[in-house]
T-cell receptor
Framework: NAGVMQNPRHLVRRRGQEARLRCSPM?????VYWYRQLPEEGLKFMVY????????ESGMPKERFSAEFPKEGPSILRIQQVVRGDSAAYFC?????????????FGPGTRLTVT | EDKVVQSPLSLVVHEGDTVTLNCSYE??????LLWYKQEKKAPTFLFML????IEKKSGRLSSILDKKELSSILNITATQTGDSAIYLC?????????????FGKGTLLTVNP
């Protein structure tokens, strides 16, 4: 009964490199959400995806950030040309779909450090 | 813009004490309010409160929604050291979307033996 899985748990990148963060939703969940938690700040919504569709990316910076959730495989959050300000914990959550509001279950997060 | 404010920001108690954590919200189209517990890793889901479910209880934890006051409280009775964590409150955000959670900054609870 695996929960939401994320990898890697810790990622260190030098400025200018690319970071790829992966998320596998809970079994039976078809909706994925990415949140970012900066030091001393709350969790901030970035993007909401269903399989092969980006539903809402209003919280994601317009440049350097992209997300996908392919038909097969995990959801990927990609950050190109990382800068020090990208250092944060990135959490993925998943939920069931359909009408109404469903609780989101979070993964353990990926802690990105940009040196 | 939707807003969630939690208080206090931090709280230190002794084992056995009862604590009450507060969450107030401003949201265009209220649907629900969620409570999470965050230790060193993932926020763990605790409760979801809606207009049709304004009170929830699980063991020593309970939560009530006050739609008139636009707030919620989370009570923990007979606290234990394992309750030490950040408690987060969240509401689905503006525009009628039921997925974009707006979080408060959390209450850091420390329970000393």
């Amino acid at each position: 009964n695996a929960g939401v899985m994320q990898n890697p748990r810790h990622l260190v990148r030098r400025r200018g490199q690319e970071a790829r963060l992966r998320c596998s939703p809970m079994k039976g969940h078809s909706h994925v959400y990415w949140y970012r938690q900066l030091p001393e700040e709350g969790l901030k919504f970035m993007v909401y995806l269903q399989k092969e569709n980006i539903i809402d990316e209003s919280g994601m910076p317009k440049e350097r950030f992209s997300a996908e959730f392919p038909k097969e495989g995990p959801s990927i959050l990609r950050i190109q040309q990382v800068v020090r300000g990208d250092s944060a914990a990135y959490f993925c959550a998943s939920s069931r779909g359909g009408q109404g509001t469903y609780e989101q279950y979070f993964g353990p997060g990926t802690r990105l450090t940009v040196t | 813009e939707d807003k969630v404010v939690q208080s206090p920001l931090s709280l230190v108690v002794h084992e056995g004490d009862t604590v009450t954590l507060n969450c107030s919200y401003e949201v265009t189209n209220f649907r629900s309010l969620l409570w999470y517990k965050q230790e060193k890793k993932a926020p763990t889901f605790l409760f979801m409160l809606t207009s049709s479910g304004i009170e929830k209880k699980s063991g020593r934890l309970s939560s009530i929604l006050d739609k008139k006051e636009l707030s919620s409280i989370l009570n923990i009775t007979a606290t234990q050291t394992g309750d030490s964590a950040i408690y987060l409150c969240a509401v689905p955000s503006e525009g009628g979307s039921n997925y974009k959670l707006t979080f408060g900054k959390g209450t850091l609870l420390t329970v000393n033996p």
